[in-house]
């Protein structure tokens, strides 16, 4: 078992995607999406200078499942996250949105397509980086709610040893300390969608 810890420098309910039974890795990320497998788990803590949660779990992932962008957008599971933007939050935010047809990727209108709905190329080169979503039925997602992580996997020392990183990128554990998060989130023994994405609240359609 791998642990790969990252920030979650913009936590729009997009990626990671906690909703409808299942928390989906299927955007951002490409390093980690490649290199993943089932049984790893992906954590993300808190940013320190937009939300001031250094230290904080906003989620962690068991992978479970891992499908192509295709397998994905032709899953009926996910179906209900594929995004429409006239529609609730969860909606607005959906992460189904690639699918390679007749030799060409297509983008669905979507947060990661420009603001007037067409194809980001930017966006769409680093998300297909990786032909590979992670899905989790075994994952804790706080968000807004996030839990500051105990003290013992947060030395704040700039090694591996560390649970939580201190700047963007990744960093991958597969020692002791890996172990024992996941022992501690067995243990913690909350589940499933605990909090809302910390975007939502700023969100024009929240205070509308």
Same mark, same amino acid.
């Given at each position: ?6 920030? +979650?420098?913009?936590?729009? #309910?997009? &990626? $990671?995607? $906690? ?6 890795? &299927? ?8 290199? *993943? ?6 954590? =993300?803590? =808190? ?14 992932? !068991?992978?479970? @499942? ?22 609730? /939050? ?28 067409? $194809? ?5 080169? !680093?998300?297909?980086?990786?032909? !590979? ?6 994952? +804790?997602?706080? #968000? ?5 992580? $105990? ?9 591996? @040893? ?6 963007? #990128?990744? !960093? ?13 989130? *067995? ?10 994405? /910390? @975007? ?5 359609? &929240?205070? &509308?």
């Amino acid at each position: 078992m791998k642990l790969f810890s990252y920030i +979650v420098a913009h936590d729009y #309910g997009f &990626a $990671p995607n $906690p909703f409808y039974g299942y928390c989906t890795l &299927a955007t951002c990320k490409p390093q980690i999406r490649a290199k *993943a497998n089932i049984g790893d788990w992906i954590v =993300g803590t =808190g940013a320190k200078l937009k939300y001031a949660l250094t230290g904080h779990l906003i989620y962690a992932m !068991r992978v479970d @499942e891992i499908l192509s962008f295709n397998g994905y957008w032709n899953d009926r599971r996910f179906a209900c996250k594929r995004p429409l933007l006239n529609g609730s /939050l969860k909606q607005l935010y959906g992460d189904n949105i690639y699918l390679y047809k007749k030799g060409k990727w297509i983008q669905m209108d979507s947060h990661h397509s420009l603001p007037n709905g067409v $194809p980001n190329p930017k966006n769409i080169a !680093r998300d297909i980086s990786s032909d !590979r979503m992670l899905i989790s039925s075994r994952f +804790v997602y706080f #968000g807004s709610a996030a839990i500051l992580i $105990p003290k013992r996997f947060r030395p704040y020392k700039k090694t591996n @040893e560390d649970l939580c990183c201190v700047r963007q #990128g990744h !960093r991958i554990l597969s020692n002791d300390m890996a172990t024992a998060f996941v022992g501690w989130l *067995a243990e913690y023994d909350r589940w499933g969608l605990q909090g809302m994405p /910390l @975007e939502f609240s700023r969100h024009k359609k &929240a205070n &509308a």
